[in-house]
């Protein structure tokens, strides 16, 4: 069946760092990809998306890529801040229903 | 307004209580759905709501019991709960069912059962 695979937290970087989470997914066809992050005590927000092969995502610094080839869709994002310390979740959209990765802890250091 | 609004924010019950929990949603999505997440995992579907109407039971046990009175509102009642269902319950809503701009969800209901 269709899954998500996401790296293993938690990641705990410095701010002003360069982040990268891993995203891989297992599905046939062409399914549209997430992420989503949920901050302490709140619920999900879309963070971005993509829809199609070579889409680009980007919301907030954060950038993510179809990439069909790989079947991946890791989140990058150029320096990082203490408020971008969350959990992030990786997702695809396949037969009307999300489905998400693990999720990824990541903890930002003044 | 862009929000799905979840209500109580925290709630703690009894196993012999009666409760619900109640969700609302202004951006004329016609689909509704509540998931369950424990901490430290991702949110597991529970129900989805088209067009008011139950589309999906992720083979939930009968003391959840989901309403839509109208297009705009979600209930989840609960009764008789078990100390396991303690979780982040949440809301979310989508233009329709299965729609590829992304599911909006709520802050959540933190729910403890006691």
């Known amino acids: 069946g269709d899954s998500v695979t996401q790296m293993e937290g938690p990641v705990t970087l410095s701010e002003e760092a360069f982040l990268t989470i891993n995203c891989t997914y297992t599905?046939?066809?062409?399914?549209?990809l997430f992420w989503y992050v949920q901050y302490p005590g709140e619920g999900l927000q879309l963070l971005l998306k993509?829809?199609?092969?070579?889409d680009k995502g980007s919301n907030k610094g954060f950038e993510a890529t179809y990439r069909k080839e790989t079947t991946s869709f890791h989140l990058e994002k150029g320096s990082v801040q203490v408020s971008d310390s969350a959990v992030y979740f990786c997702?695809?959209?396949?037969?009307?229903?999300?489905?998400f990765g693990k999720g990824t802890r990541l903890h930002i250091l003044p | 307004d862009t929000e799905v609004t979840q209500t109580p924010k925290h709630l703690v019950m009894g196993m012999t209580n009666k409760k619900s929990l109640k969700c609302e949603q202004h951006?004329?999505?016609?689909?509704m759905y509540w998931y369950k997440q424990k901490a430290k995992k991702p949110p597991e579907l529970m129900f989805v709501?088209?067009?008011?109407?139950?589309?999906i039971n992720e083979s939930v046990p009968s003391r959840f019991s989901p309403e839509c009175p109208n297009s705009s509102l979600l209930n989840l009642h609960l009764h008789a709960l078990q100390p396991e269902d303690s979780a982040l319950y949440l809301c979310?809503?989508?233009?329709?069912?299965?729609?590829?701009?992304?599911?909006?969800f709520g802050s959540g209901t933190r729910l403890t059962v006691v």
């Open positions: 951006m004329g999505h016609r689909a």
């Open positions: 599905a046939t066809g062409y399914p549209s």
């Open positions: 709501y088209s067009y008011e109407k139950l589309s």
């Open positions: 997702a695809l959209l396949r037969d009307d229903k999300i489905i």
């Open positions: 979310a809503s989508s233009q329709d069912y299965g729609q590829g701009g992304g599911y909006t």
């Open positions: 993509a829809t199609k092969a070579d």
